[in-house]
């Protein structure tokens, strides 16, 4: 299909602003023009019974800022089902604050409790410290569960691009730990270290993610070459330290059509059918990569934000 014409819109303007790409920029510069575009073409914030910042331990003494989202007032006589949710950026961009309406919307339309996680960003934390920061923030809820009127047994795991590979390393690990899982909300997710599919060549330029930007991103975030190879940055084709993808919980996995990333999105859920899981995989015709974040110029996103709702809303047995 044709670009969304709103999505052309969209890609119009970014170009006629002749503002520098976020490669062409040092990641501090990157970071401060990301937080000031993110709300642009947001939804409208829904309102929360609560929103809470909180301080979550990580494995190396540190704590990082996580956001905890109730729509409504929580029971602990009915403790509420809960989505943790990784944001995205390249593993160097990207916050609590920039996806902060969109886990409003997962929060009120998913009728669940959302943690948000700040997990720390590349180069500062290279690999595999968002994987670290991202696994103890779900183990740390886990844990506390009945303290945030959470129920334990109804916990899924989410996130968008860099954020969605964070995601799919959470569940392998959730499982190996005898967390079960109700779900993986995976937008758009990174599953690859070397972007050599066809929609990586086709892609690769004037579709507002690029293959220069990925690239930069990859190389701020990883230690060595020997980072890509690893099954953590790469959970589709690395090799190193590389698990069985079996008994993981059900995936539910968001692709646009014109993202760089849609192939790999493809590929991961066939990976997971493979290895005997349930997976649903919607590529959403005429969009680009980020367009989850774009729900308030592009009218035709509103589906996508209902349908990811209601796989939240089936996995945790809620009306």
């Known amino acids: 299909m044709p670009l969304n014409s709103k999505i ?14 976020l490669h062409e920029s040092s990641p501090q510069q990157a970071r401060a023009s990301y937080e000031k575009s993110a709300p642009i073409l947001e939804i409208a914030s829904a309102p929360m019974f609560s929103v809470e910042d909180l301080q979550v331990p990580t494995r190396d003494g540190a704590t990082i800022r996580a956001r905890l989202y109730q729509p409504v007032e929580p029971s602990w006589a009915e403790p509420a089902p809960a989505l943790v949710y990784y944001h995205g950026g390249g593993f ?48 740390w809820l886990h844990a506390h569960a009945a303290e945030y009127g959470v129920d334990a047994k109804r916990l899924a795991v989410g996130g968008d691009s860099a954020g969605g590979t964070l995601a799919t ?122 367009f989850f974040k774009m729900g308030g110029f592009v009218p035709d996103v509103a589906q996508a934000h209902q349908d990811a709702a209601a796989v939240l809303r089936a996995a945790f047995g809620v009306e």
Request: aromatic residues 10%.
């Open 169 to 290: 390393v959470c569940a392998v690990l959730a499982r190996d730990v005898g967390i079960k899982l109700a779900l993986q909300l995976l937008i758009y997710p990174g599953t690859t270290g070397y972007q050599q599919t066809d929609s990586h060549s086709r892609l690769a330029d004037g579709f507002l993610l690029s293959g220069d930007t990925i690239q930069w991103f990859f190389e701020l975030y990883v230690r060595d070459k020997n980072d890509r190879d690893d099954w953590r940055f790469a959970p589709l084709d690395g090799t190193r330290g590389a698990p069985d993808f079996s008994g993981l919980a059900p995936a539910w996995i968001a692709t646009a059509e014109y993202d760089p990333l849609s192939d790999e999105g493809d590929a991961y859920a066939e990976k997971l059918r493979a290895a005997g899981n349930q997976v649903t995989l919607k590529r959403y015709p005429g969009m680009i990569h980020e």
């Open 92 to 139: 160097t961009v990207g916050s609590v604050d920039t996806h902060d309406a969109l886990c409003r919307m997962f929060a009120r339309d998913g009728r669940c409790t959302v943690l948000s996680v700040d997990y720390r960003l590349a180069p500062e934390y290279k690999f595999p410290t968002a994987v670290d920061d991202a696994f103890d923030a779900l183990t």
């Open 8 to 21: 052309e819109q969209v890609l119009d303007m970014i170009a006629r602003a002749k503002r520098p790409q």
